[in-house]
């Protein structure tokens, strides 16, 4: 059984930065989508940030220039988050596709929370 493990999340003032990594408990191949979510009190959960198959990134507009997504290795992402604001508190949540077979794989979550 594959799992998610995802560590980084905490507190930070804005203006401030927090890292996210994320990596899979098992060696899985075929990857298209490696990404991260983000679901606020109250809100819908919202794509942030992912890496396609293609090697091509893509941002949500709220964090275009202040967060940068990399893949570290065919299973692990890291997200730098810089100039964190309060609006960008919520629970993380690492999203992993697989190609073949078709498979999702979330992570548990980790709380982000940027304040004073």
Partial sequence: QVQILESGGGLAQPGGSLTLSCSTSGNITKLTF???YRQA???QREMVAAILEVGHTIYTDSVKGRFKISR???TSINLQMNLLKP???AV???YIKRREPV???WG???QVTVSS
Avoid: M, S, V
Wanted: charged share 25%.
């Fill in 72 to 74: 570290i290795d065919e």
């Fill in 87 to 89: 609006e960008d508190t």
């Fill in 41 to 43: 009190p109250g809100g």
């Fill in 108 to 110: 548990q979550g980790t």
């Fill in 34 to 36: 490696l990404g991260w």
């Fill in 103 to 105: 498979i999702d794989y």
């Fill in 92 to 94: 993380y949540y690492c």
